[in-house]
């Protein structure tokens, strides 16, 4: 059974301050993405990533930074965290060419304050 | 760009009444994008419900069906018959290659509560 499992579920933060959102995939994808996700919005492509070492700009990637140092793990960082940044963010994997579905983690709800 | 435009929630159903949750699209990029559903229950995330990629051909999964419709480009979920478990949001989304990348586009989620 595929697997992304995200950390952590929760997460308040203070204005100013540094978050990381973590990710682990065991499907052995090489396409790995984040996305948040606001009332009234679709699904928004924050950053995403072809395999370990890289990381692409998604359509809206300011105020984010991204890291995958493997291939099973993706992280999101939010070096000066913003109120505006408040949403529920979800990491997914998956591999175009083939079935091209991805596969969801169960969410991060981040609160800044 | 490309858009995803779907009924806009919460959408309450009486368990066993039939339910149409729609869905049209717009891609710019490419005539015949892949259409898809996917379904977040509370707690989890999203997963795969049903999905087509060729279009006038129907998907299927878990007693809910969509038809891909190029011609109205719309693809409308439905279901005949809800029950109580199928609470939970839809998403209906495109995927396209794009630039050498797949991208994919999805709509703002529709929220579903079926009462008994």
């Known amino acids: 059974e595929a697997a992304v499992t995200q950390s952590p579920r929760n997460k308040v933060a203070v204005t100013g301050g540094k978050v990381t959102l973590s990710c682990n995939q065991t499907?052995?994808?090489?396409?790995m993405y984040w996305y948040r996700q606001d009332t009234g919005h679709g699904l928004r492509l924050i950053h995403y990533s072809y395999g370990a070492g890289s990381t692409e700009k998604g359509d809206i990637p300011d105020g984010y930074k991204a890291s995958r140092p493997s291939q099973e793990n993706f992280s999101l960082i939010l070096e000066l965290a913003t109120p505006s940044q408040t949403s529920v963010y979800f990491c997914?994997?998956?591999?175009?060419?083939?079935?091209?579905?991805?596969?969801f983690g169960a969410g991060t709800r981040l609160s800044v304050l | 760009g490309d858009s995803v435009t779907q009924t806009e929630g919460p959408v309450t159903v009486s368990e066993s009444e039939s339910l149409i949750i729609n869905c049209t699209y717009s891609?710019?990029?490419?005539?015949?994008?892949?259409l898809f559903w996917y379904v977040r229950y509370p707690g989890e995330g999203l997963q795969l419900l049903l999905k087509v990629i060729t279009a006038g051909q129907k998907g299927s999964s878990r007693g809910f069906e969509a038809t891909y419709n190029k011609e109205t480009t719309s693809f409308h979920l439905q279901k005949a018959s809800v029950q109580e478990s199928d609470s939970a949001v839809y998403y209906c989304a495109l995927g396209e290659v794009n630039t050498g990348n797949y991208k994919y586009v999805f709509g703002a989620g529709t929220r579903l509560k079926v009462i008994a």
């Open positions: 499907n052995n994808h090489n396409n």
């Open positions: 891609a710019t990029s490419i005539a015949y994008p892949n």
């Open positions: 997914a994997s998956g591999d175009w060419g083939g079935q091209n579905t991805l596969y």
